[in-house]
């Protein structure tokens, strides 16, 4: 079974960027869905190194996964990484995997070893809006709780991303974070996000302020290439998680992570790590570290979602995955059997496969769109569109 086709798709949401999917057919007629990790304005530039890495595929078996991740990183990469040759590859590797569990006729965890659960626990993102005040932004949070979910994650930083930040803008950060907590109860998961932005310092100072909220977790309080720097803000702060590994992508870099034991909780992405087997290699190096597993998904909740989702399932050290519930209304709309989100839960898929699939016709009525010409109305709510009427947009730097 060869590939004979890579096809790639850039669809527009309506929202802060393009998603980039990947279609591989075989010279059987089978055919997988995958998809690259993107950011605003690189979507063509990832999608440029897609095309030219399928070209590379042609020919090659669909069964041949880890030894073509192998060649790809030896031969076409010239053994050096990035964020853009993983995306890329990311979505050539989980269409592959998509074919393989097809044509075995077995969702893909069932093929891999089976479920360790019945169902996935996802946390929303998305929701938030950057320009808005603490107040709006709580009643969005309000909201998102309303639709069943018992966990959200935010930025709660204001201004641009610098390594220091002034006093007022610490203030901002414990008032957001109070502020959400009086909203939402005692019971719900605050989870937050800092984007690498802190210099240790000012991570070490806002963590302790904010750790009486009983926050869930503290994401990248700094730059992870600098590793240590992460490590010393988990030291200084016992009892509050700390969370790695959106911007982690080569194991060798996971095996420096673990060893200077800089987190609690990892959050890999699928789409720009390398796949399904990169995420199974990071999970299981995880492990023997008590490290939990929380999926970074800023993809779509098409299959992006379905391949953590797959993941998910089988890892015994899962905690939970992101969704971006603002994605998920147009993904929907393109979607031949969207996945099912509710009260917090993303039920696993019984078909073979991811267990989704798209329509092309639908899929390539939506094309491209550069974000230069975006304006406020292109960033509109689908509010409207979606049955249970309570999906709000965030057109925010949230979870980049």
Known sequence: MQIARVETFLFDPGLAKNLLFCRIET???????????????????????????????????????????????????????????LSAWSAIELAMWDIVAKHAELPLYNLLGGASRERVKVYANGWSVGTDTIEQNCERALKVKEMGFTALKWDPFPGPWRSF????????????????RDTLGPDFTLLIEAHRRLSPMHAIRIGKRIAEYDIGWYEEPCLCDNIELVAEVRRALPGVPIVTGEAIYSKEAWAQAFAARAADIIN???????????????????????????????????????ATTQLAAMIPNFWIAECFINLKPACDSIAVAPLVVQDSFVELPTAPGHGIDI???????????????????????????????NYVVGATRTGY
């Open 359 to 389: 329509d092309v016709e639908k899929l390539r009525s939506h094309p491209y769109r550069d974000m230069g010409a975006r304006t406020g109305k292109a960033l509109r709510s689908y509010t409207e569109e979606f049955p249970r009427k």
């Open 165 to 180: 930040i002034h006093r007022e803008d610490e203030d901002h950060v414990v008032r957001y974070v109070r502020k959400m």
């Open 268 to 306: 890999p992405d699928i789409c720009n790590c390398g796949g399904l087997s990169a995420m199974l290699d990071i999970s299981a190096m995880a492990q023997p570290h008590a490290v939990a597993v929380a999926p970074h998904n800023y993809n779509s909740t098409l299959v992006g979602l379905a």
């Open 27 to 85: 010279d059987t007629g089978l055919h997988g869905w995958g998809e690259a990790y993107v950011t605003p304005g690189k979507e063509p530039v990832i999608e440029h190194l897609l095309q030219h890495m399928g070209k590379y595929m042609l020919g090659r078996s669909a069964f041949s996964i880890r030894h073509t991740a192998q060649v790809i990183f030896d031969d076409f990469a010239m053994r050096r990484t990035s964020l853009d040759l």
